[in-house]
């Protein structure tokens, strides 16, 4: 009888594709949005990597511009007043706010340091979320998938359960196939919920990182405007 359950249970075919083709229709509706999210995931990773990666080498491109001893109106006429960099925009949005502050007798209009510092700072927040756009995704991911995919197990083996009830009948060929589609939902919201975890923890970090040197050259630029302001 061993012998006859165990020649059963090898003919049945345990891929992954067959295990998807004898799932319920709830398990494969679970199966399948945790396949969307994993790819969703995925296309945000790719985007990210692109991203920070362009924002890093155009910051270090732009600092050396910057303090190269060049005269910074000189930089800004070469990079214009909606330039493609990331550090560019924040330093544009400074210098147009600087160019706007003076008279037309060529005197400062008061308050024109504090004007300049809320333009950077509105420049850098418009830049952070732009850095940060897709992040809220890979959390929402790495947070919920593994419940959602747990949900389809449950929902599985429930359902494994019923038919061994029916069949009455508890070999290995009977039992087997329902729990292995039932785990698989499982394995899936694992395989999006790990990569969406690590990479969110990463991508948050960098663009902290990102933000910061952002921040860090707003201050630097203040306090040369401030310079020139005092001279």
């Not at 945000?44 to 692109?50: A, N, W, Y």
């Amino acid at each position: 009888m061993e012998t006859e359950t165990l020649a059963l249970a090898q003919e049945i075919d345990f891929s992954m594709w067959a295990l998807f083709a004898r799932a319920t229709l709830t398990v494969k509706l679970v199966m399948l949005m945790l396949l969307i999210a994993s790819f969703w995931s995925w296309s945000i990773i790719i985007q990210k990597f692109t991203s920070y990666r362009a924002a890093r080498r155009e910051a270090a491109a732009f600092d050396r511009a910057f303090w190269s001893g060049n005269p910074l109106d000189e930089l800004f006429e070469q990079i214009g007043a909606d330039p493609d960099g990331r550090s560019e925009r924040v330093f544009a949005s400074g210098m147009v706010e600087w160019r706007r502050s003076h008279r037309t007798d060529g005197g400062l209009i008061p308050g024109a340091t504090s004007r300049i510092d809320r333009s950077m700072d509105v420049a850098i927040a418009k830049e952070a979320e732009s850095l940060q756009k897709g992040l809220p995704v890979l959390a929402t991911v790495g947070s919920t998938a593994p419940f959602v995919g747990l949900f389809g197990t449950v929902w599985g083996i429930m359902h494994a359960f019923i038919e061994i009830a029916a069949q009455q009948n508890t070999n290995l060929a009977v039992v087997a196939p329902g729990i292995a589609e039932a785990l698989l939902a499982t394995g899936l919201g694992l395989l999006a919920a790990i990569p969406a975890v690590i990479f969110y923890n990463k991508f948050s970090a960098d663009s902290d990182r990102i933000i910061s040197g952002y921040e860090a050259f707003a201050d630097e630029f203040s306090t040369l405007l401030s310079r020139q302001l005092d001279a």
